[in-house]
């Protein structure tokens, strides 16, 4: 690219609620700049709370994961001015990341499948099954781990509107033999440009260590899964094989793909 310093985008989709998706990003990026000594500066937009979107003047543009319902924000004010924002992208060629609601948006308004509620909470460290080879897998194992944590889920992919945009589904949810279920998509390479995923790979062990350990989450955790359930969670997070890996390259992965190695 050539301009001096890269120009990225974050659109928070966290709707002024606490979390700790946008710090995992922010410090990816801030590592990922100083490692490949790339000069760069990000702008946050509030899309949902503020109705704030990009233009079209940034190098790279990442969509945040998020609460609530994916569907039912249909024909608002603000998921009017996404979607609009998801063609321009799309016809202009910019690379964008599409995080977990994000990504469940924009599968929603292209018809990609059926976005609708699991038939209970996803929570935890789990496999990513690859099902093609992508650059924005290098690195990565298969399956490769990664944050979960979300009600809603695709599933019967349209192939049609899917082929049409000339799209392709290129990762699945965990192998689930026991379970007569329809496994869920979880990523999507929507163009050249554009990826989207269902999980969170900005994930960062340690900030989920803690996270997962206070008192609250943690009574939370046992209340509606059992204590097993806490346990694999924590065992996971110390699997330095599984979140670490991702975190460290997936994002960085996108990023080296948007400026060109």
């Not at 000594?37 to 998020?66: A, C, N, T, V, W």
């Not at 460290?248 to 992965?253: E, R, V």
Request: hydrophobic share 40%.
């Amino acid at each position: 690219m050539a301009s001096a310093s890269i120009k990225i985008a974050i659109i928070d989709m966290y709707d002024d609620t606490s979390n700790l998706g946008m710090t995992c990003i922010i410090d990816i990026l801030n590592n990922w700049s100083k490692h490949r000594s790339i000069q760069m500066e990000y702008q946050i937009f509030s899309l949902r709370d503020k109705g704030e979107i990009p233009d079209h003047s940034f190098d790279i543009y990442l969509s945040s994961g998020g609460p609530g319902s994916p569907i039912d924000s249909a024909g608002s004010t603000w998921d009017n001015l996404y979607v609009d924002w998801l063609h321009h992208m799309l016809l202009i060629k910019k690379p964008v990341l599409l995080i977990c609601h994000s990504f469940q948006i924009a599968c929603r308004h292209f018809n990609f499948g059926n976005v609708c509620l699991r038939k209970s909470t996803q929570i935890g460290v789990l496999p990513v099954h690859p099902l093609v080879e992508d650059p924005i897998f290098a690195n990565l194992n298969d399956p490769f781990y990664s944050l979960e944590s979300r009600l809603y889920q695709i599933i019967e992919p349209n192939d049609e509107n899917i082929n049409a945009l000339g799209a392709k589904i290129i990762a699945l949810e965990k192998h689930r033999p026991h379970i007569p279920l329809e496994r869920a998509i979880m990523a999507i390479k929507f163009s050249e440009k554009m990826y989207g995923v269902q999980f969170h790979p900005e994930g960062e062990k340690n900030v989920l260590l803690d996270f997962f350990k206070e008192e609250k989450m943690k009574k939370n955790i046992v209340d509606k899964f059992g204590e097993q359930k806490w346990e694999v969670i924590i065992s996971n997070l110390n699997d330095p094989e599984k979140l670490p890996k991702t975190h460290a390259h997936f994002i960085p992965n996108f990023l080296n793909l948007a400026v060109g190695n």
